[in-house]
């Protein structure tokens, strides 16, 4: 089955209006990503509107409005809002499964582009580890092709992801600090 999702370079779709509460429309097939799973919400219009917001209720994504909308409808997502959010959720993944090898957990991670952190579920993280960090998605980057990511990481997730590694071009963990509880968080 393709995911809805699975191309995140789709940004543009026609859609019928499904169901309408309030200020909020549901549609029959949506481009929208709402936040879920860690992955921060798509902007964009729909008939040229802003979408103010998005929520989820269950597996439906309803998307809010100001003005009244009916039948078919355009939907438009920021391409550069989608590219930031997914490669940012690509690396998190590319991350988890680095420290999991290592037997540790991520155990949380902040997404928004403009502070981005994570933190570990250990007291102690050195330097050179951070460095091995990120060397390896780095290298991972630049060899293993995404949908799977190659022998990497085979994580059931919800959210957009890059076509392939590639086009994450680099990373890098910009510093350390202690979190509540005393876990780095980087």
Known sequence: MVHPYDNFERLTCQAQVADQRDDYYAFDQTVFFGAKG???????????????????????????VQAPLSGTVEMQVDA?????????QTVFHLLDS??????????E????????WFI????????????????????IIHQVRLVHIGDVSVIPCGTCHVNHTAQLQS?????????????PRS
């Open 38 to 64: 860690g992955q921060l919400a798509d902007r964009g219009t729909i008939n040229g509107q802003e979408v103010v917001d998005l929520k989820w209720e269950g597996e439906r994504l309803w998307h809010q």
């Open 120 to 139: 570990l579920g250990t007291k102690q993280v050195s330097p050179a580890q951070l460095e091995e960090a990120e060397r390896w998605v780095n290298e």
């Open 98 to 107: 680095y420290f999991e090898r290592q037997g540790i957990a991520m155990t």
């Open 171 to 183: 990373f890098a963990i910009l510093g350390t600090e202690k979190a509540a509880g005393g876990a």
């Open 80 to 88: 550069d809002t989608r590219w930031v959010n997914t490669a940012v």
């Open 109 to 116: 991670d902040h997404a928004d582009p403009a502070n981005q």
